[in-house]
């Protein structure tokens, strides 16, 4: 499917929070790529067509030397994203080229999706039937291994399985050294990796390089120009450290398409400390070495592309069957963003941690009310995520260092999990009814999606102890946070109390699924007899009111109550479905430029839970409307930042938030209508 999306950020290299680089700009030309963060994690791709230099991604000069003019850029003809892959396509002196930036995470292997390699493919061809010279630079710096330009790196070079491998590292190896929001990895290896072939050559040195391929094609810079030796350390700013290759395509004739391959790999040597214990990255459980990963990226590569060329193909159609073709250009921008919010890893029993970091808010790690709104997205392609973004909490939470009765809010600050850090573990600060309603839900879908049952009934007595704290003080909640902490401390929250009451259903389903069905149906009328007291406590003054209020008690007030979708995804017919569809009416005429409000206080919204309360509609024409002004900011809106899912929805401005994994809840109107039972298998 070709979108007429104009992307806010366009994904490059999306793997995990520290690998992730996107161009973000309209065209791959107009501005140097980042890291999420906004950050400098340059590339630079260059073109000579018959001897006449182009650029076709980045820039070449920081500051333009008088004697130095930097190529005129290619004509950008288009760019598509889909689940998987970006594809670019640029215009020049006869020549077509078609730049592909490919994460290959597929769900149905958790190898494939750990492995830190992202692919880098060029096509080129004549479009004006004349013969054409050809030849493609391309290279990464040393700032994608540094956290700040003042620090220096070393550059390598190895020959391995017929591959050459560059490779750049910070020059002071402190793994797992820090942690934080806005900071990038300073530690392990990058990589670029090439094939050894006659027509492709390599270079780790200075960026004067690229001046070099545009005065003669060659990867030879004059004498006066600066070198870098591999043996020395050298600072990123000063020095400008890249790796770089150039692939010299001969001459294309008439129909005739030549192609190369190139592989952007990460080693982060380990990945996470959990708990005091430091872990590699899941795709390092066989002892396979960085190169061997490599290789074998390099060797896979026409298998894999199939399958993601596959897998794009069934999720853009599925998307477009369930919510229309702008709902699959938010599932698109949305996939790479959620998993590479993540980090896989595996515990001491083998069991795999799926480790989040809250971007942009304060880099925690494995926040509970980040993991609840993105799982539908996993629900439907790997359930064994959710209880990979679960097993960090529920260990903490059985453990003496927790000290509360109900669930945490997370297990330390990225990518140090050694507990949590969110408020400084004062009571006030906490989300009692918020992080037990979370889990909950999390419990009882992970299990109908595939009907694993032994990770609920190992974690039984924590999940029946959350459950019994939301029947005493879930229905009408105290003065506390909820997800939305933004908008700071509510009492009686009428959608959190929702919550609550689905969080007593989720353990209710639990115990049917372990055959304890007079448990099942005690917990079961519970949340029924909640649910009754709510739609009088939630009712505005007035018999049929067009929607329920934001806080009990308080008139004439309003919420999105994204959390009653799980009645209609489980099935339990707890909440009176008139009430819901009041709901959806007043949600259409409540909306602006850029979407629904999150409640009557302020502009702004969350934009995952704008499609969760979306997908309350009965009808997609409703579902449509209503997520149509979502893709309307995605589209116009001029912070250029990786999907924000905080923004106003009259402006079109980021509040806050970017490359959050939360948007994984975009995904819930496909969740819906394909059912939990269904999920797994998509």
């Known amino acids: 499917m070709t979108t007429t999306l104009r992307p806010?950020?366009?994904?490059?290299?999306?793997?995990?929070?520290?690998?992730?680089?996107?161009?973000?700009?309209?065209?791959?030309?107009?501005?140097?790529?980042?890291?999420?963060?906004?950050?400098?994690?340059?590339?630079?791709?260059?073109?000579?067509?018959?001897?006449?230099?182009w650029r076709f991604a980045g820039r070449t000069e920081p500051n333009p030397e008088q004697y130095y003019t930097e190529p005129e850029a290619m004509r950008q003809t288009g760019v598509q994203v889909t689940p998987l892959s970006t594809i670019y396509r640029f215009e020049a002196g006869g020549v077509t080229l078609e730049a592909v930036f490919t994460s290959p995470l597929l769900p149905d292997s958790l190898?494939?999706?750990?492995?830190?390699?992202?692919?880098?493919?060029?096509?080129?061809?004549?479009?004006?039937?004349?013969?054409?010279?050809?030849?493609?630079?391309?290279?990464?710096?040393?700032e994608w291994c540094v956290n700040t330009s003042d620090q220096k790196v070393i550059l390598e070079q190895e020959q391995s399985d017929g591959l050459t491998v560059l490779k750049a590292s910070h020059a002071k190896q402190q793994v797992l050294n820090a942690s934080g929001d806005d900071h990038r990895i300073d530690w392990g290896t990058l990589m670029l990796a090439v094939q050894q072939?006659?027509?492709?050559?390599?270079?780790?040195?200075?960026?004067?390089?690229?001046?070099?391929?545009?005065?003669?094609?060659?990867?030879?810079?004059a004498d006066w120009e600066p070198q870098l030796a591999t043996s020395e350390a050298h600072e990123v700013r000063a020095a400008q450290p890249v790796l770089g290759t150039l692939w010299d395509c001969g001459e294309i004739h008439g129909e005739e398409e030549k192609s190369h391959l190139i592989v952007l790999a990460y080693d982060d040597i380990y990945a996470i400390e959990y708990f005091g214990e430091k872990l590699e990255a899941y795709w390092k459980k066989?002892?396979?070495?960085?190169?061997?990963?490599?290789?074998?990226?390099?060797?896979?590569?026409?298998?894999?592309?199939?399958?993601c060329e596959a897998f794009d193909q069934r999720l853009q159609a599925d998307a477009i069957a369930a919510g229309g073709e702008k709902y699959a250009d938010i599932l698109s921008m949305s996939y790479r963003q959620a998993i590479a919010s993540h980090k896989l890893v595996l515990d001491s029993k083998g069991q795999p941690l799926f480790m989040s970091k809250e971007c942009f808010s304060n880099g925690c790690i494995a926040t509970v009310d980040v993991s609840y709104?993105?799982?539908?997205?996993?629900?439907?392609?790997?359930?064994?995520?959710?209880?990979?973004?679960?097993?960090?909490?529920?260990?903490?939470?059985?453990?003496?260092?927790?000290?509360?009765?109900?669930?945490?809010?997370?297990?330390?600050?990225?990518?140090?999990?050694?507990?949590?850090?969110?408020?400084?573990?004062?009571?006030?600060?906490?989300?009692?009814?918020e992080e037990c309603g979370n889990m909950l839900v999390m419990a009882a879908a992970v299990s109908l999606a595939d009907g694993h049952l032994e990770f609920a009934a190992e974690h039984r007595q924590l999940l029946s102890q959350w459950a019994d704290y939301l029947l005493e003080f879930g229905l009408d909640p105290e003065n506390q946070l909820c997800t939305d902490d933004f908008a700071g401390h509510l009492?009686?929250?009428?959608?959190?109390?929702?919550?609550?009451?689905?969080?007593?259903?989720?353990?209710?389903?639990?115990?049917?699924?372990?055959?304890?069905?007079?448990?099942?149906?005690?917990?079961?009328?519970?949340?029924?007899?909640?649910?009754?007291?709510?739609?009088?406590?939630?009712?505005?003054?007035?018999?049929?009111?067009?929607?329920?209020?934001?806080?009990?008690?308080?008139?004439?007030?309003?919420?999105?109550?994204?959390?009653?979708i799980w009645d209609l995804i489980f099935d339990t017919q707890i909440f009176d479905k008139a009430i819901i569809q009041r709901e959806i009416k007043w949600y259409l005429e409540q909306q602006n430029r850029y979407g629904v409000p999150l409640?009557?206080?302020?502009?702004?919204?969350?934009?995952?839970?704008?499609?969760?309360?979306?997908?309350?509609?009965?009808?997609?024409?409703?579902?449509?409307?209503?997520?149509?002004?979502?893709w309307d900011f995605m589209n116009e809106t001029s912070d250029r930042v990786p999907f924000s899912d905080w923004y106003d929805t009259i402006t079109g401005r980021q509040i806050g938030f970017q490359h959050r994994s939360v948007v994984g809840g975009m995904f819930i109107k496909l969740l819906k209508d394909k059912g939990l039972a269904q999920a797994g298998q998509s």
């Open 111 to 142: 190898e494939l999706l750990s492995r830190p390699a992202s692919y880098v493919s060029f096509r080129v061809h004549s479009i004006d039937g004349k013969p054409h010279a050809v030849q493609i630079y391309f290279d990464v710096t040393g």
């Open 286 to 307: 066989t002892g396979q070495s960085a190169l061997e990963m490599v290789a074998a990226a390099y060797r896979e590569y026409a298998e894999i592309i199939i399958r």
């Open 599 to 630: 409640d009557n206080r302020k502009s702004y919204t969350k934009g995952d839970w704008l499609v969760w309360a979306a997908s309350l509609a009965e009808e997609q024409k409703d579902f449509e409307a209503m997520i149509a002004p979502l």
């Open 8 to 53: 806010p950020a366009v994904p490059l290299v999306a793997i995990d929070p520290y690998f992730s680089v996107w161009s973000m700009a309209d065209r791959l030309t107009d501005d140097f790529t980042r890291h999420w963060t906004g950050k400098r994690n340059a590339m630079t791709g260059l073109i000579r067509i018959d001897g006449i230099p």
């Open 491 to 564: 009492a009686r929250n009428a959608n959190l109390s929702a919550k609550a009451i689905m969080g007593v259903a989720s353990y209710s389903i639990l115990c049917g699924l372990l055959g304890e069905s007079a448990e099942a149906d005690r917990y079961l009328q519970a949340a029924k007899d909640m649910a009754v007291q709510w739609a009088q406590l939630a009712a505005n003054e007035g018999e049929g009111s067009p929607h329920t209020r934001l806080s009990f008690g308080s008139e004439d007030t309003w919420s999105l109550k994204y959390n009653l």
């Open 373 to 433: 709104p993105s799982i539908p997205m996993f629900l439907l392609y790997q359930p064994e995520l959710v209880r990979g973004m679960m097993r960090p909490i529920l260990k903490y939470a059985a453990s003496d260092a927790w000290p509360f009765e109900f669930a945490p809010h997370d297990v330390g600050q990225y990518p140090l999990a050694n507990g949590q850090v969110y408020g400084e573990n004062a009571r006030e600060a906490q989300m009692p009814v």
């Open 197 to 221: 072939k006659s027509d492709t050559q390599t270079w780790i040195g200075s960026a004067q390089i690229r001046k070099a391929f545009v005065r003669s094609g060659e990867l030879k810079p």
